[in-house]
């Protein structure tokens, strides 16, 4: 049985709506948590309201808070998050960093006492889709280990990169671990292997096995010693910039309350056109998916591709889901 | 037989006046390539000067240019970078870039028409060391297949994040690639496996032999399709908001001449102050290091720890170089 983008947005919308927020904030938050299930990430989608309703219940997200600027110079802004919804403050500071880059070419905020955000992607493609560059991050609860320990002290920090393209924009959305903890429990719950390595079992050997994996606590971090170190730096930044919370002071048990983020915009229409910019991109894509592939089957994709085919064909055919998931939101 | 840090800085120098570059520009050329040196970046520092001091005498690298402002809007300028000597280039706009940071709390540049800037840690190192947060990076020729690709059409288009601390900076200093070409290089030199596997053979198996990846040129890209994707996206934004050279523009045969480059420079004491900043990244970093390691001998490090501590060794004690890369410097 197939639902439609607007029937499962309908079906979030009522379930927020019920759990107290107005009409308007559950009217983007059910769009952000839709338009994720629709592109693919039902780990940060569907499979998340649940956890997500029962934060508001818990208190942890405040359904009545929105972010309050702390202070600002120049195009730099530090703002307080207030526990309010990780996505509807993403969606407020990725729309005020619009509007200090258009003020000042780059605007830049740190934004402590957030809240999870869900699928970051999203705010990649909304900034995109307004004609501008996002670059954002978060810190996360301590998941990741540094290189050569066996415990998380640091955290897998997604970064994204959105940049504006016509028909489809560019949108990188990954986290510093080889796989997401939502991807790894999606292979886990369908019992396959993950397709290359993502870390190792308790015996410290790598392995596809997402289980083991999820056991140990010892995701593979991108790049290994990289990722483990470009996760720090995230953090630091992070924490430093916003005066919020490093991954240190974040615990699973809390739901991950309060993160801290950046979110940097910059206008990439002050010295050369829409369509300048897009035959430009045009010309790198072309050039970048002329390799030589390994077989013929193999296609190269861009960051973003892969989920903007899937939303488009998922809202042109409706999508199949799990009947358990669906079964648990519809009982919220 | 050790050499000084100020032995072998004259020595550069003394060859970069030789090749016409003047005092002041040839003093700080000279430093950066022994600080990469000491550092124990040769591949960047002593390996690569005869190879840098080929491009001034080829005219890729143009000894009495250096960058000059295109446009500017705010907190974002434009600058063509002449083909002027990378490093110098690349010094010049991170100083550019400190200056707008401290009239808008956060400064872009972005950089046509430069050249190879060798060690990009530096630059990471110099704004630290003033106190300025610098996210820096480069596009290159093409030299990381896209995943799925058995060509190379993006480049390994390295990334630095410098962020200022007492007693030694942290500096990520990382290429998308799992290893640089100048550190496969080395150990294909040396004859030495690399620690994991860096890249596929020819037969499109992974491998740790440096010099099967340097034939095959199929390294691998941090988190497989990740740092590919990521790659993608820093050529895009260097290459469209410099209006300079993607890598699809950049060839190898010609040393690489004109990459684009981005400057992002951001000043962490706009509402704290240095000793509360110092104070935050001694408790995450104490966090971080506080992981149960695999075994009792391995460390855990931060981003630019070992180079740092290279450094201050190879300055105390001197440093052990290769004769025969000696007696072609000193050739020259």
């Given at each position: 049985l197939k639902i439609s983008f607007d029937d499962l947005k309908g079906l979030f919308k009522?379930?927020?709506?019920?759990?107290?927020?107005?009409?308007?904030?559950?009217e983007?938050?059910s769009e952000i948590f839709t338009d994720n299930t629709f592109s693919g990430i039902e780990?940060?989608g569907i499979?998340?309201?649940?956890?997500?309703?029962?934060?508001?219940?818990?208190?942890?997200?405040?359904?009545?808070?929105?972010?309050?600027?702390?202070?600002?110079?120049?195009?730099?802004?530090?703002?307080?998050?207030?526990?309010?919804?990780?996505?509807?403050?993403?969606?407020?500071?990725?729309?005020?960093?619009?509007?200090?880059?258009?003020?000042?070419?780059?605007?830049?905020?740190?934004?402590?006492?957030?809240?999870?955000?869900?699928r970051?992607g999203y705010?990649?493609w909304y900034?995109?889709d307004?004609?501008?560059?996002?670059?954002?991050?978060?810190?996360?609860?301590?998941?990741?280990?540094?290189?050569?320990?066996?415990?998380?002290?640091?955290?897998?920090?997604?970064?994204?990169?959105?940049?504006?393209?016509?028909g489809g924009n560019?949108v990188?959305?990954?986290?510093?671990?080889?796989?997401?903890?939502?991807?790894?429990?999606?292979?886990?719950?369908?019992?396959?292997?993950?397709?290359?390595?993502?870390?190792?079992?308790?015996?410290?050997?790598?392995?596809?096995?997402?289980?083991?994996?999820?056991?140990?606590?010892?995701?593979?971090?991108?790049?290994?010693?990289?990722?483990?170190?470009?996760?720090?730096?995230?953090?630091?930044?992070?924490?430093?910039?916003?005066?919020?919370?490093?991954?240190?002071?974040?615990?699973?048990?809390?739901?991950?309350?309060?993160?801290?983020?950046?979110?940097?915009?910059?206008?990439?229409?002050?010295?050369?056109?829409?369509?300048?910019?897009?035959?430009?991109?045009?010309?790198?894509?072309?050039?970048?998916?002329?390799?030589?592939?390994?077989?013929?089957?193999?296609?190269?994709?861009?960051?973003g591709e892969i989920a903007f085919n899937k939303k488009k064909r998922n809202i042109k055919e409706g999508i199949d889901l799990?009947?358990?998931?669906?079964?648990?939101?519809?009982?919220?």
């Amino acid at each position: 049985l197939k639902i439609s983008f607007d029937d499962l947005k309908g079906l979030f919308k009522n379930k927020l709506v019920k759990y107290n927020f107005n009409n308007d904030n559950a009217e983007i938050l059910s769009e952000i948590f839709t338009d994720n299930t629709f592109s693919g990430i039902e780990s940060h989608g569907i499979n998340r309201f649940p956890g997500f309703i029962q934060c508001v219940v818990n208190g942890s997200v405040k359904v009545d808070e929105s972010p309050t600027k702390i202070n600002s110079f120049g195009a730099f802004e530090k703002w307080n998050g207030n526990y309010g919804a990780g996505p509807l403050n993403a969606l407020q500071m990725t729309d005020r960093g619009i509007e200090i880059a258009k003020q000042y070419g780059i605007g830049c905020i740190a934004l402590q006492n957030s809240n999870h955000w869900m699928r970051p992607g999203y705010f990649g493609w909304y900034a995109a889709d307004k004609g501008f560059i996002l670059i954002c991050w978060t810190n996360t609860i301590p998941n990741l280990p540094p290189w050569g320990a066996i415990e998380g002290t640091t955290g897998n920090n997604p970064l994204v990169i959105g940049i504006p393209k016509k028909g489809g924009n560019i949108v990188l959305d990954m986290a510093m671990s080889q796989y997401s903890y939502g991807t790894m429990l999606n292979f886990d719950r369908e019992n396959k292997k993950l397709p290359f390595s993502g870390g190792f079992d308790s015996k410290g050997k790598l392995t596809d096995n997402a289980g083991e994996i999820i056991n140990s606590q010892r995701p593979l971090p991108i790049g290994y010693w990289k990722g483990a170190g470009l996760s720090l730096t995230f953090d630091i930044l992070a924490a430093l910039l916003s005066g919020g919370r490093a991954t240190k002071d974040l615990s699973e048990s809390e739901g991950e309350m309060g993160p801290s983020q950046i979110f940097i915009v910059i206008n990439p229409t002050l010295f050369s056109n829409e369509s300048e910019n897009d035959n430009l991109i045009k010309d790198i894509l072309s050039y970048f998916k002329s390799a030589e592939t390994i077989d013929e089957i193999t296609k190269i994709y861009y960051p973003g591709e892969i989920a903007f085919n899937k939303k488009k064909r998922n809202i042109k055919e409706g999508i199949d889901l799990d009947d358990k998931i669906l079964q648990k939101v519809e009982a919220l």
